[in-house]
């Protein structure tokens, strides 16, 4: 089936560095999203990009919707301890409203103080 | 306060039973998901529901059964035909509308005793 490759699998990083994660595919998304999970729950929402060429930030992350709309990447600034946990990429195909999200395999963060 | 609640949060299952997860939603959303999710890898669809009465199965549907009597509840049955259970699942929710973004519970860990 459609797979999103996500890289890098996981980073271990200190505590103030700058992180970069991206996601590519050999096809056409119309949409974006970027979650994160912590352990032992569901994913949590953090940008959604709909628009190819679209940069979007939230706080410390920004997002951007790659101009080909084969790929996207997160950056995360200055990181703290709390960005500690598996980030997700997802696209969204499909005519109308589908609804159909393929995902990344997650990149897994570890911060160090 | 409005959310996406699955339960129970730990379950566990001896061979051949067959068990049933919940997943409720009072978010008033038309759509409703359930993924499976292993380690190391990302999430797959098991199945998912654009309106009342009415599903679809997703990439991985084998083992498992569903039904959508309620727009705001959504359980998944793990059949025994499911010969490797053990994972955790996640439910998820949209409203209709282009390209709405998927809202998550946190989940349930079903494991094999």
């Known amino acids: 089936g459609q797979q999103l490759n996500q890289s890098p699998q996981s980073m271990f990083i200190q505590e103030g560095e700058d992180v970069s994660m991206n996601c590519t595919s050999s096809?056409?998304?119309?949409?974006w999203l970027w979650y994160k999970q912590d352990p032992g729950e569901g994913p949590v929402l953090l940008i959604a990009?709909?628009?190819?060429?679209e940069l979007t930030s939230n706080g410390r992350l920004t997002a951007q919707f790659g101009i080909t709309r084969k790929d996207s990447f997160l950056n995360i600034s200055a990181s703290i301890p709390s960005d500690v946990g598996i980030y997700f990429c997802a696209g969204l195909r499909g005519s109308g409203n589908t609804g159909k999200l393929i995902f990344g395999q997650g990149t897994t963060l570890q911060v160090k103080p | 306060d409005g959310g996406i609640t699955q339960s129970p949060k730990y379950l566990f299952r001896k061979e051949g039973q067959n068990v049933t997860l919940s997943c409720e939603q009072n978010?008033?959303?038309?759509?409703m998901y359930w993924y499976r999710q292993d380690p190391g890898q990302g999430l797959r669809l098991i199945y998912y529901s654009q309106i009342v009465n009415d599903f679809q199965k997703g990439d991985i549907a084998e083992g498992y059964s569903v039904s959508r009597e309620k727009k705001e509840s959504f359980p998944l049955t793990v059949t025994s035909a499911q010969k490797n259970p053990t994972a955790f699942y996640l439910c998820?929710?949209?409203?209709?509308?282009?390209?709405?973004?998927?809202?998550f519970g946190d989940g349930t860990r079903l494991s094999i005793l």
């Open positions: 998820a929710s949209n409203p209709t509308g282009r390209d709405q973004p998927q809202h």
């Open positions: 978010l008033n959303h038309d759509a």
């Open positions: 990009l709909y628009k190819a060429g």
């Open positions: 096809s056409i998304f119309n949409t």
